[in-house]
């Protein structure tokens, strides 16, 4: 068998890479299903936990990539606003497959979860 990456620079390694972080795919997702631009506040509400100081570095990473956009409106005190791109949406349904596949096997994870732990 082949490998799919023989030069040892896989896309896919190098995506998960990118997007390994905790709170990456709780971002991501829901800037995806808001399908509006979302103040920094209530994406930090929505996303649940998350510190501020993690909310901005996935931020900054996501924009970078092209994921989202950010736009800064000159007020006081300034608001800014996250929304995500064509480009960014177009994750959601390789993680709408993610989401089914961890609810088919819920049991199953729980189960191997408590194994390691």
Do not use: N
């Not at 506040?41 to 100081?53: A, D, F, N």
């Not at 006081?76 to 089914?100: C, H, M, N, W």
């Amino acid at each position: 068998m082949q490998p799919v990456c023989p030069s040892g620079e896989c896309p896919m390694v190098q995506l998960l890479d990118l997007l390994a972080g905790k709170w990456s795919f709780p971002v991501l997702y829901r800037l995806i299903l808001q399908k509006r631009p979302v103040r920094f506040s209530e994406l930090q509400r929505l996303v649940g936990r998350i510190t501020q100081k993690e909310l901005t570095k996935h931020l900054r990473q996501f924009e970078a990539l092209g994921l989202v956009q950010r736009e800064v409106f000159p007020e006081v005190p300034p608001r800014v606003e996250y929304v995500i791109t064509e480009f960014g949406r177009s994750l959601k349904p390789p993680l709408d497959a993610l989401a089914q596949w961890v609810d088919t096997h819920r049991a199953a994870i729980a189960r191997s979860s408590r194994s390691v732990a």
